[in-house]
């Protein structure tokens, strides 16, 4: 028995999501920054005002990989941490006013190279897309709870 990667889905959604992102990264890369910075930066620039732990919550990014980030991005003045006035354990990171203008900047971008990706699809067909992307997401938290891979003793037909 043998795998077709051909037409198996975890494969082939693998080699697209890195097309993708080398695809994205022409731009960012042009401002010197990684695709773990662009994450943390985008991700920031979104919700205003996060925790590390909330960036990896968000991003499903590895702790490790978005600490390095965080510390390149302060180094690099993009962003500041301050003490959480609500929890005095919990740092908060915001954009500078150097990292909101590069995030501005390269917003447009990512969207028209956005578009320049979709643009081989139909409207309903990149609407379709987004349901599909947002569903698969959706079971993977719902199954990763329920993994083959636990302990015997815990009770997977919940």
């Known amino acids: 028995m043998s795998l077709n990667l051909n037409t198996f889905f975890p494969y082939q959604f693998s080699v697209l999501a890195q097309q993708v992102t080398e695809f994205i990264a022409q731009i960012y890369e ?7 910075e662009w994450r943390v930066l985008a991700t920031i620039g979104y919700h205003n005002e996060l ?10 990014l590895d702790k490790m990989q978005v600490s390095r980030a965080i510390n390149k991005l302060i180094q690099s003045e993009l962003l500041f941490q301050q003490v959480s006035s609500q929890d005095r354990r919990k740092n908060l990171l915001n954009l500078t006013a150097k990292g909101h203008e590069l995030y501005q900047e390269i917003i447009p971008l990512a969207k028209n190279q956005e578009q320049r ?3 081989g699809l139909t409207d309903q067909e990149c609407e379709q897309l987004k349901i599909l992307t947002v569903k698969l997401s959706m079971q993977l938290d719902v199954i990763s709870n329920k993994s083959v891979f636990k302990n015997s003793d815990d009770d997977v037909s919940s």
Do not use: D, Q
């Open 30 to 36: 042009k401002f010197g920054i990684t695709k773990m």
């Open 51 to 60: 925790s590390a732990r909330e960036i990896c919550k968000f991003t499903h």
């Open 117 to 119: 990706l979709l643009e």
